[in-house]
């Protein structure tokens, strides 16, 4: 594959200021590389899950002022979209690479998942790694390590899931930018698809 890595260039083109500036940057620098791991992935994560999966590399066609704070690839079983599908992501912050399976607002399954999330809570809290993050926000950076939280931390989170339309649920891994910067093409391939597997039991759940 032609995916080189992540440098520092590529965190801080969301320093730049400006939309069209930003913009013009991300699809010099990261887009191409994204193209690369949607096309790297898709055809394991078909295998994987079990279903026939379609790449999908953020475009942020609609915004006319504010620049995107970050940006990814998304991997779903559709091919017109991902965001009404239970999917997996890879993208950047400024600040951390992350690797996610997600379920956001615009699933119109989410009440049903919720549901299953908390009958599964107690699998969920021995069998998540504990170095796993979780988020209800993907629009928002912060997230709640899984080494931190109880069953019944779980719970609020699958109860919220099934209550309130905007919410969401993510789980997945982060690598600090410099990390990730450090690390060879060949071994962020391997921590992500470490991962994508780690997470394809709540992928099957849905």
């Not at 019944?152 to 919220?160: E, I, S």
């Given at each position: ?110 009440e049903e ?37 109880s069953k ?9 899931l099934q ?44």
């Open positions: 594959m032609s995916f080189s890595g992540f440098t520092n260039e590529d965190f801080n083109v969301f320093t730049i200021e400006g939309l069209d500036d930003r913009m013009e940057a991300l699809k010099q620098h990261i887009r191409p590389k994204l193209e690369d791991l949607g096309k790297h992935f898709t055809p394991e994560l078909s295998s994987l899950t079990g279903d026939e999966m379609f790449y999908h590399v953020a475009k942020h066609a609609r915004r006319t002022k504010n620049p995107p704070k970050d940006t990814w690839v998304a991997y779903a079983a559709n091919p017109r979209g991902y965001k009404m599908m239970p999917h997996f992501q890879i993208g950047l912050w400024e600040t951390h690479l992350f690797i996610w399976f997600a379920l956001i607002y615009e699933a119109p399954n989410k998942f919720g549901k299953v999330l908390e009958r599964n809570a107690e699998n969920l809290l021995s069998e998540t790694p504990k170095e796993f993050v979780w988020s209800t926000d993907h629009t928002k950076p912060d997230v709640v390590k899984h080494s931190g939280l019944p931390d779980l719970q609020t989170m699958f109860n919220r209550t309130v339309k905007k919410a969401e649920i993510l789980c997945g891994y982060n690598i600090p930018r410099e990390t990730a910067v450090q690390m060879s093409p060949q071994e962020l391939v391997d921590k992500i698809e470490s991962v994508f597997k780690t997470l394809i039991p709540l992928y099957k759940l849905t």
